[in-house]
């Protein structure tokens, strides 16, 4: 599903994110990504969905080359990844129905199957009743869960989710890795970056140190 | 097809909410375009109006032949039979002196006037139609009557008409210039007002290229938001000059009258509001693809 050969990133004017950087991920894999602060486990993450692209090496996803990918290919790559982001990005003149209706609305779902689409996903992660909700009335908690949905709506073959349980107490951080154990349950590929890999026993786990994988 | 179809319909519903949003933003800025689309919509009305007279009046154009106010009666008499008897004439028309100062002076406004003149001011005169209209042959004819005893003026009743169609085909020139430069006036409100919402709809851009938007479905709300600006501003000049005609059309009227013309001013034709409104369309979408081409990127 994602294969990564000997990547480096480096962003201007210097920084050295990722270097000599090799891993795959196998399909229905879930996969952890771990390091200290710093370490490189957000870019890993972009280059992944092209959010930025390797400075040397090859990205796979899905046997595709991200290198050789042209402009107009990358937005249907991205609808087959659904993603997390640390800053979650949601919007906040949109109520958390838009929020994950968006990522539909863009691939061009039909509205009553695309409605249906978004309650499942919300209930899933337990707002179904918060639908008309603005953002900023969400907890942190809410809206992480809120991110969540709008990444699994489109129900993508490979989700990639930074540092989804940050800033989370237990309790709520332990439900957010149950939502994320039963979308494993049912074939999604995850690429995972977090500090918290005891919420996620089973899975497979690399662990990034100043923009190197360590072994 | 029907996904094309889907993205047009939310993009058109989104900017027509973003519009709305900020009500009295958006009614400023189409007032704005509508006023400074009214003055080149105005000036074709007029325009139109103008040319349906000119179209009216010269096809039957008149030579009118005024006798010198002290010749007598016997020298217009033998004026008129010569007249009658010469080659190109179609008929020619004898109107007294008399019948004029009576037509005269039912005008209130002229009457005083008149009466504070000692006499007839006026002169006898013919109304002369010819079988060959073309305007040489009838300045021929009109320099052959000035040279006749007793003739104290002739005029072509077709020289103010075509003074007329000298100044429509000025007027079109001045339409045409104030149209271009009211119309870039558009573009560049358009172009701000477009630059403005890419502003405030930063992560909005942002976050749709992060879920796999294309270019376009990025795009088109901002398109759309400029053509209905545009379509807004044309809808207000379109009810300007319409305003303008009914309210004019009175004055002008009484003003046709004094020239013994029937006008009545018409508002602008099915044509030309369809023009308007294409136009004032079209603009706002030049407007915002021109401001999406420059600023998108840097969104
Ligand atoms: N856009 C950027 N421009 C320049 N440098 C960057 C950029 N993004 C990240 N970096 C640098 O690259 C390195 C790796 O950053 P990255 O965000 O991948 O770390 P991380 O492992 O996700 O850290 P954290 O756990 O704090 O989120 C850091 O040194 C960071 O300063
Ligand atoms: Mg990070």
């Known amino acids: 599903m994602i294969r990564f050969d000997r990547v480096a990133k480096r962003y201007p004017p210097g920084v050295d994110a990722l270097s000599e950087v090799s891993f795959e991920v196998a399909e229905r894999e879930m996969v952890l990504v771990g ?115 709008r990444a699994v709506v489109g129900r993508p073959g490979l989700l990639l989710a930074d540092e989804p349980t940050a800033h989370l107490d237990a309790e709520t951080a332990n439900d957010v890795a149950r939502i994320f154990h039963d979308f494993h349950q049912v074939g999604v590929t995850m690429l995972i970056a977090t500090y918290a890999h005891e919420l996620f026993p089973a899975a497979r786990r690399l662990h990034l140190d100043h923009g190197r994988l360590r072994t | 097809m029907k996904v094309w179809l889907l993205h047009h319909r939310d993009a058109a519903v989104l900017a027509w909410r973003r519009l709305l949003a900020v009500p ?97 001011p006026f002169p006898d005169a013919f109304v002369v139609s010819v079988t060959d209209e073309r305007p040489e042959s009838m300045e021929r004819l009109a320099a052959e009557y000035r040279r006749w005893d007793g003739v104290a003026h002739v005029q072509l009743d077709s020289a103010w008409v075509r003074r007329l169609e000298a100044l429509i085909g000025l007027g079109r020139n001045a339409v045409l210039l104030l149209g271009a430069l009211l119309g870039a006036g558009l573009i560049a409100i358009c172009f701000s007002i477009v630059r403005m919402q890419l502003l405030v709809h930063r992560a909005e851009i942002e976050v749709s290229d992060l879920l796999g938007a294309t270019e376009s479905f990025v795009r088109r709300p901002f398109i759309y938001h400029g053509v209905l600006l545009g379509l807004g501003g044309g809808v207000v000049a379109w009810i300007v000059t319409t305003a303008a005609t009914l309210w004019l059309r009175a004055p002008i009227a009484d003003l046709a009258k004094l020239y013994e013309l029937t006008l009545s001013l018409q508002p602008l034709s099915a044509m030309d509001s369809a023009l308007l409104l294409a136009v004032a369309g079209g603009l706002g979408w030049l407007g915002a693809n021109i401001s999406l081409g420059r600023h998108l990127d840097s969104c």
Not at chain 2, 31 to 52: C, D, F, S, T
Request: proline share 5%; charged share 20%.
């Open chain 2, 24 to 120: 009295l933003n958006s009614l400023l800025f189409v007032l704005a375009i509508g006023v400074a689309l009214a003055l080149p919509a105005g000036g074709q009305m007029l325009l139109a109006n103008a040319r349906q007279l000119t179209d009216r009046v010269s096809a039957a154009p008149q030579i009118s032949v005024f006798m010198s106010v002290n010749a007598d009666r016997a020298t217009a008499t033998e004026v008129g039979s010569r007249l009658g008897g010469a080659a190109g004439v179609k008929q020619a028309r004898f109107v007294p002196r008399e019948e004029t100062l009576a037509r005269m002076k039912a005008n209130p406004g002229l009457r005083e006037a008149i009466e504070v003149l000692p006499g007839n």
């Open chain 1, 35 to 149: 390091g200290h602060s710093g370490a490189g486990k957000s870019t890993l993450l972009k280059l992944v969905a092209a959010i930025e692209q390797a400075t040397s090496g090859a990205v796979l996803v899905g046997g595709q080359n991200l290198s050789g990918l042209s402009r107009a290919a990358l937005p249907f790559l991205r609808r087959r990844i659904g993603m997390v982001f640390q800053d979650q990005k949601l919007l906040f003149d949109r109520n958390a129905f838009q929020n994950v209706m968006l990522p539909l609305s863009i691939a061009g779902f039909p509205p009553r199957e695309a409605a249906q689409r978004v309650r499942a996903a919300l209930d899933k992660v337990g707002l179904g009743k918060r639908e008309k909700a603005l953002p900023v009335m969400l907890s942190g908690g809410e809206q992480q869960r809120l991110a969540i949905a």
